[in-house]
Structure formats: structure tokens, C-alpha cells
């Protein structure tokens, strides 16, 4: 159970529950009903689970569709981004555009327009998490539509390249600001047995705007003029403007309204939305009580240019680790790639435009797949397991794209270019596309949740602009080095990933901190620990009547450890 507290109030789970004297096997309720034990379950907070157990929120009531749809435009925000990230390599293999940008498809000047846009959000970042703490998370989404609107119309009216490489950054600038207010207001309302699922489906927006900028791509290029490329630059906008016009209808997030001493609005949230109004609610007395332990209306967030805390405490420390490795590892485990795979798919021996971006379709399709799969178990699968296992089947793959692209190579050097057997072209392809899959269900879900859960409230916001700027920074590395590098050594450059993605999953096994079933304020225990690893994996027993209802809690790390045989 949490170590916040000790008092009688927190460990009473409910007033209707309590414990009988005479036999382990039942349980006398209030009202004098035995109930025969089922089994024991394990978990991670066992006051949590109860709590959880007796609220049993509607997921069909007005307030929680009313909790979707918030969501939903949070998700809009990361729709965004990903429209960017399918948007210029579509744009880029257009002979319409190439007239007009004669910049061909690899070398420093396509790197200069693509990794532009990942410099403007590097700026934009310490800006955001000032706009997002000072003012609240439905200002910064807002904020950061506005700005992507004017980047849009830069863009969108450009005839010559230093006017379209501004407004690349100034679309980077408006992103930058949206992905740090909308992460952070996706995990901070949602219900803790949601939270997965609510950050992971935030992130999974990637291909809510990737699918649709592939698919508007395919379809303009046959216009065959200017307005092929300006279409799909103008419709960048559409999303913001939703979000814009959407969010003064949202509530604001109870942890910000907690951390800016709005305590009775953020009870109000709790109450309406994870109670079912009632305020008496065990799941709702347990997160207010712990939002006033952990929440600090003193914190860094009122600080605009304080970071220290996030690398100068123990407790800091461990959790700026966790954002470290999900921004680094989420963005360089080969997953760059994808930024230019219409320049891959040619190498491959997809050589007509229509042809790539009818692949490029495909490829962020059955990505997005394997991304929503995940999101569905993302409260049920264990962190840790997941980003090991995930990373190193990655590794597998990308060994056996590199390997075939080997072959073609080979073959080309002896054939004349463009000649080889398709038959490797088209393995070469399906891993590639493999990749990509094991990727999105390992990645795209825990990149929106792992940061969020690691951050207490009153540093998530400067957490998630630091993970914003690295992000970005990597983003540059990738979107700048890889069309280089794909120019000068070709598939050699794929093997760099298959070896760092073996050491990213090293690095996952010996310093994740799983986070999965505990409240965002509960984990200040396994943070506060000299192990934050092994305090993680230890769990808590609770066992079950017939009817699922928790009748006993055991405390914590009394039925297991860190070194129990389903903890990797």
C-alpha cells in the first residue's frame, strides 16, 4: 500500500468491508453476508485496486463520454505532429513540388527542410511549459494552435525555399507548445485504471494525422500542379483549429487547479468525473488525499526558469532518467526512418511516385494497428516487459531488412543499378514493414505514457518540455543525418540500429522504473526508494470474493519482490 500515510481514513477502503475473525475463507460485509474468498490476485497498490474495485465508473455515463471526448482533443494535438511526420516525404517525391523546390530527395538541403521544423520545437519548449504551468493546459493547446496556423500560412504560400524553411520552423514552434499542454492534460484526468489507455491513445494521434496526410498525398499528387503539395500543407491546420475551437469546453485538469490552490474546483472534477458524483467515493478520497501530499503549491512550476529539482534529487534524477530513455529510445531505434520512406521504398525497387505513396498508405496503416492494439492492453501489460522485449524484437527485425538490402546491394554492383531479384526487394520490404509494427505496439503508446506517469504535477510540465526538446534534438539528428547517409552508405546505415537498439533494451532492463498500477502520486514512494527499480516490481496481495469484490489487502512487498520470476 502507498507510504503516504498511516491514518485510519486511508487504510478503511471501504466503509461497507471489513474483515472476519473466524475463518480465512469469509468475510463478513456490513450487512452480514458471508462471502467465500476466490483467490488471491496480485497487484501493484492493493488500497488502489480496492478503491478502484468500489468506484466502478460507468464507462458509458454523460461524464465519462464527456472524459473521451477530452481526450479526444488532446489526441488532436498529437494528430498534428503526425500529419507533419507522413507529410514531407510524400511532398518531397511530388514532380510538382521538385519544379518549383528543385532539392531532389536526398543531401543537406532536403535535411535543412525537414530538420527545421525539429529546430523551431526545441525553441518552442521552455515556452511551453511557462504557457502550460502559468496559465493551464487548455491555454497551451491553444496557444500552440494559433501558432501552427500562422506556419501554415507561411508555408502554404511559399515560392521560394527560405520562405518554406521558415515557416517549417514556425510550425515547429506551434508544436512544440500543443505536445507538451496535451500529454500532460490526457494523463492528469484520467481516472488511474484509464491512464494507460488515455496516454497511450493521446500518442497513437501520430497516425491520426500520419494516415490521412498519406492518404490526401495520394490523392493530390494527380492534380499535377502547385496546388498538389500546397493542398496537403494547408489542411496541416485542420486539426488546430478544432482543438482551438473545442477546447474552452473542456474542464481544466484537476492536478493543475490542485498545484495552483483551486482545490475545491479540482475536488469537484474528481467527484463528477471519478466518483459518480458521489464525494464520499474511497477512489476519490484516496487520490484527493494523496494530490495534497504530493502536489506543492510552492513547486518548481511556479519557478519559470527553475529545472534544478528534475536533476539534482534523488527523486528527480530517476524520474528525468525514465524521460531521458523514452524520448531517446522512441525516437532513435530506427523509427527516423519512416521520415523518408518513399526514398527507402525506391531503393527497394518501388520506383513510381503513385506506387511509394501507396506504400507509405500501407506502412502507417498497419503501424497504427499495432499501435491501438497496444493501447487496449496498455493497463493491463507490465511497462517493462513490454519496452525489452518490444526493443529487442526491433533489433531482429531491422538485422534482417539490413541483410537483404545487403544482397540487393550485391547485386546491383554486379547487375547496373535497379537490377536485382524483387524477391529480396520484397523481403527487405515486409521487414521494413515488420519493423514498423513491433515498433508502434512497443513505442507510440509509452511514449505519451511513460513521461506523463514519471513527472509529478508541478514539474510535468518542464519534465515534458525537456522531453520535447530532446525528442526534437534527436529528431534533428535523425531528419538532418539520414538523408546524408542514405545518399552516402546507403542500408549500412540501418545496421547502426539493429546494435543500438540491442544496448536500448540493456539500458530498459536496468533502469526501468515500472509504473503501471499505481496512482501518478503514489509513485513518489518508488521514486523516494534507494532502488526506484526493485521497489517498482514489489506488489501487494488482495483477495477476491466470488463477485470480484476486494474483502482483504495484504501490505506491500509481503507476497513478492524484485526478484520474483514474472518480474524481468
Known sequence: MSSHSSSDEKH?????????????????????????????????NAELYAAIQEANINPYSKESIKLYLSVFIAFCCACANGYD????????????????FPVGDTGPLVSAIFSLYTVGAMVGAPFAAILSDRYGRRVGMFCGGVVINIGMIIISTAMTTPQFIVGRFV??????????????????????????????????????????????????????????????????????????????????????????????????????????????????????????EGIKLDGIDKVWWDYRPLFLTHNGRWRMAQVLMISIFGQFSGNGLGYFNTTIFRKLGVTQVPQQLGYNILNQGISAIGALTAVTLTDKMPRRKVLIIGTTLCSFALAANSGLSAVIANQEAERGEGNFDLS??????ASYFLFNVIFSFTYTPLQGVIPTEALETTMRAKGLAASGFIVNAVSFINQFATPIALGNIGYKYIFVFVGWDLFEALMWYLFCVESQGRTLEQLNWVYDQPNPVKASLKVDKVVLADDGTVIETAARGVSGNADRADAI
Open 85 to 100: 511526420g507522413s507529410l514531407m516525404t510524400s511532398i518531397i517525391a511530388m514532380e510538382s513540388y521538385q519544379a518549383v
Open 171 to 292: 510550425l515547429g514552434l506551434g508544436i512544440a507548445v500543443m505536445t507538451v499542454a496535451a500529454p500532460a492534460y490526457a494523463i492528469e484526468i484520467a481516472p488511474p485504471h484509464w491512464r494507460g489507455r488515455f496516454a497511450g491513445f493521446y500518442n497513437c494521434g501520430w497516425f491520426g494525422g500520419a494516415i490521412p496526410a498519406a492518404i490526401v498525398t495520394f490523392g493530390t499528387n494527380y492534380m499535377g500542379n502547385n496546388w498538389s503539395w500546397r493542398v496537403p500543407l494547408i489542411l496541416q491546420s485542420a486539426a488546430c483549429v478544432l482543438v482551438m475551437g473545442a477546447v474552452w469546453f473542456l474542464d481544466e485538469s484537476p492536478r493543475f487547479l490542485m498545484a495552483n490552490g483551486r482545490e475545491e474546483e479540482a475536488i469537484a472534477f474528481l467527484v463528477k468525473y471519478h466518483g459518480n458524483k458521489d464525494p464520499n467515493s474511497a477512489l476519490v478520497r484516496l487520490e484527493v488525499e494523496e494530490m495534497r
Open 12 to 44: 478503511a477502503i471501504s466503509h461497507s468491508v471489513e474483515k472476519a475473525p473466524a475463518s480465512p475463507e469469509v468475510t463478513l460485509t456490513s450487512a452480514g453476508k458471508a462471502k467465500k474468498a476466490k483467490k488471491e490476485k496480485v497487484v501493484h
Open 424 to 429: 529480396y526487394g520484397k523481403g527487405a520490404l
